[in-house]
């Protein structure tokens, strides 16, 4: 089993359609959590940190589920410029591995 | 502020043969990193350094070296380059103001496509 694991998607969406990704990890002593978006070729850059109390940011709202070992990324009134790959990062207790879920997918269509 | 640069972008090489992939930052980070990236697989995290000196293996080192001479710069060497080394490679860092590396966001650099024939 993948220490993180996302559905790969791809989602298709139309504009002002809300989309919401999951993602699961294995090691309950992770400690930090983090959502990345990747465009097509690019770096990874920073999306959102991910917090127990969820914190929102503009149209994205991230959550954190410790209990079932799950975090989330809500999006809002997608936007075509929204089509990328989302990637979960987790990051171990002691804070200097980090895991990278393979990514997520999303197409904002027209 | 440059940021992370890395050079170079694209490389073809034969099995067997090794080179330096370099990797410079200009934001006075002590965390550096080495990635790869292979479809389905995601970003796997090959070898990392929290200061000039120190440095430590990821998910998977195998067949490469790592030195961290300077703060800014963080090269990743393959030994002898095999097929199964055919990936994007992308280095990043990351500054350990308030708390541990990991805590805190990283800078990728635009990464190194790199094909073993």
């Known amino acids: 089993r993948k220490e993180v694991e996302q559905d790969p998607g791809p989602f298709n969406v139309p504009e002002g359609a809300t989309v919401a990704f999951n993602c699961t990890y294995s090691?309950?002593?992770?400690?930090?959590f983090f959502w990345y978006r990747q465009d097509c070729r690019k770096e990874p850059k920073l999306l959102m940190s991910?917090?127990?109390s969820g914190n929102e940011d503009g149209r994205f709202t991230a959550q954190l589920n410790r209990a079932s070992q799950y975090i989330s990324l809500l999006i809002r009134d997608s936007k075509l410029s929204d089509s990328a790959t989302y990637l979960c990062?987790?990051?171990?207790?002691?804070?200097?591995?980090?895991?990278f879920g393979a990514g997520t997918r999303l197409f904002v269509k027209a | 502020n440059a940021g992370v640069t890395q050079t170079p972008k694209f490389q073809v090489l034969k099995t067997g043969q090794s080179m330096t992939l370099q990797c410079a930052q200009d934001?006075?980070?002590?965390?550096m990193s080495w990635y790869r990236q292979d479809p389905g697989m995601g970003l796997r995290l090959i070898h990392y350094?929290?200061?000039?000196?120190?440095?430590d293996q990821g998910e998977v080192p195998n067949g490469y070296n790592v030195s961290r001479s300077t703060t800014e710069d963080f090269p990743l060497r393959l030994l002898s380059a095999a097929p199964s080394q055919t990936s994007v490679y992308f280095c990043?860092?990351?500054?350990?103001?308030?708390?541990?590396?990991?805590?805190?966001?990283?800078?990728f650099g635009p990464g190194t496509r790199l094909t073993v024939l």
């Open positions: 350094s929290v200061g000039a000196g120190i440095t």
């Open positions: 934001m006075n980070h002590e965390y």
């Open positions: 990043a860092s990351s500054d350990l103001r308030g708390g541990l590396a990991g805590y805190n966001e990283q800078f």
């Open positions: 090691n309950s002593a992770s400690q930090s």
């Open positions: 990062v987790v990051t171990s207790t002691g804070g200097f591995k980090t895991i």
């Open positions: 991910v917090y127990s």
